[in-house]
C-alpha cells in the first residue's frame, strides 16, 4: 500500500502541471493507494483556498477519487459522514472533527455557524460551553 501526499492528490485532481500529473496518475494505477483523514483536509483547503473551487466540484472530485477500487482511506464510515455533512453545507474542516467525534456525548465550539449547521446532522451534538 502506497501513502499519498496533499500534493499528489492535488496534481492528479487540478492536472496544472502535466508531469507532475502523469507521475500521480501513474501511482494512482499501479498502486493500492491510502488517502489519510490529514491529508482530505488539506487537499480540500488547497482545492478551495488556493485554486478558488466551488464546494460541488471540490466534494465531487473527492467522491469519484475515494470512489476508485484501488483508494482506501482509515475509516470509509467517517470520512462518508464528513463529505455529506459538508455538501450539505457545514464547513469540511468540521465536519471531519464532528465525523472523529461521534463517540462522545457531545462537542464543544464558540462557532455559532458550526453549531446552526450541525443540527441533526450527527449523533452527537455541537453545542457552546
Keep these: 500500500m502506497t501513502a499519498v501526499d496533499t500534493n499528489v492528490v492535488v496534481r492528479l485532481l487540478v492536472q496544472d502541471d502535466e508531469q507532475q500529473y502523469n507521475l500521480a496518475h501513474n501511482v494512482f494505477k499501479k498502486d493500492t493507494?491510502?488517502?489519510?483523514?490529514?491529508?482530505?483536509?488539506e487537499t480540500e483547503w488547497v482545492l478551495r483556498f488556493a485554486y478558488k473551487h466551488p464546494r460541488t466540484m471540490i466534494y465531487q472530485g473527492l467522491i469519484?477519487?475515494?470512489?476508485?477500487?484501488?483508494?482506501?482511506?482509515?475509516?470509509a464510515v467517517k470520512i462518508h459522514n464528513a463529505f455529506e455533512w459538508h455538501k450539505n453545507g457545514m464547513d469540511f474542516a468540521d465536519a471531519l472533527h464532528l465525523a472523529e467525534s461521534v463517540h462522545c456525548d457531545r462537542f464543544i465550539t464558540f462557532d455559532k455557524k458550526f453549531i446552526s449547521?450541525?443540527?441533526?446532522?450527527?449523533?452527537?451534538?455541537?453545542?457552546?460551553?
Design 33 to 41: 493507494i491510502f488517502i489519510s483523514d490529514t491529508v482530505l483536509l
Design 64 to 75: 469519484r477519487l475515494l470512489g476508485l477500487p484501488n483508494v482506501t482511506v482509515d475509516n
Design 117 to 129: 449547521k450541525s443540527k441533526s446532522q450527527s449523533s452527537c451534538p455541537v453545542e457552546s460551553p
